[in-house]
């Protein structure tokens, strides 16, 4: 199976910064990945597709980028709402550990 | 509006059995590929089984499933099952379904509300 892995696991930040999350896979999965925010007690919420794909209605202040085995999720401008858990997912199946983005 | 109303949650000691539903409205159901994700308290995202949409569906799970859980859908109902059996202590958690979305490698698009699943004697 292919494994994710995601970092850091914490990222503290100020309204206003720009912030990277990474996310490994332990072999190539072309451009199949997606980002989903979560909010304590809620679902997770689709943010982007096929690793650069946004879906309709995120603000374009969240981007993603990479292929193969690196991707990366991109916030700029962070906002208050942002503060959350992101996760990254291989093509419908396995997760990564999850980066709680924090205030500072 | 798309519609995903889980059912089926509780209380079952270790050994037991227990089947999850997922009520789906809004859509065409039997057009979407549909997955269960779990939550343990305070973990992160687990993914736990796929199935594909169409007439004759596909399924994939997790290494850890390993037989004891299998999911179902049956569209003329507009549902999806995880029928969960043989449970452990470590299958604590919130089991959430997922829309995967028809853009082929798009994701879940939209998510049930999560049931919680609790495994203790």
């Known amino acids: 199976d292919i494994q994710m892995t995601q970092s850091p696991a914490t990222l503290s930040a100020s309204v206003g910064d720009r912030v990277t999350i990474t996310c490994r896979a332990s072999?190539?999965?072309?451009?199949?990945l997606a980002w989903y925010q979560q909010k304590p007690g809620k679902a997770p919420k689709l943010l982007i597709y096929k690793a650069s794909t946004l879906e309709i209605g995120v603000p374009s202040r969240f981007s993603g980028s990479g292929s193969g085995t690196e991707f990366t999720l991109t916030i700029s401008n962070l906002q208050p709402d942002d503060f959350a858990t992101y996760y990254c997912?291989?093509?419908?199946?396995?997760f990564g550990q999850g980066t709680r983005l924090e205030i500072k | 509006e798309v519609h995903l109303v889980q059912s089926g949650g509780g209380l079952v000691q270790p050994g037991g059995s227990l089947r999850l539903s997922c009520a789906a409205s809004g859509f065409t159901f039997s057009s979407h590929a549909m997955n269960w994700v779990r939550q343990a308290p305070g973990k992160g995202l687990e993914w736990v089984s796929y199935i594909s949409g169409g007439a004759r569906s596909t399924i994939y799970d997790a290494d850890f499933v390993k037989g004891r859980f299998t999911i179902s859908r049956d569209n003329a109902k507009n549902s999806l099952y995880l029928q969960m059996n043989s449970l452990r202590v470590e299958d604590t958690a919130v089991y959430y379904c997922a829309r995967i979305s028809t853009i082929f490698g798009a994701g879940g698009d939209y998510w049930g509300q999560g049931t919680l699943v609790t495994v203790s004697s």
């Open positions: 997912q291989q093509y419908n199946s396995y």
């Open positions: 072999q190539s999965i072309s451009t199949w």
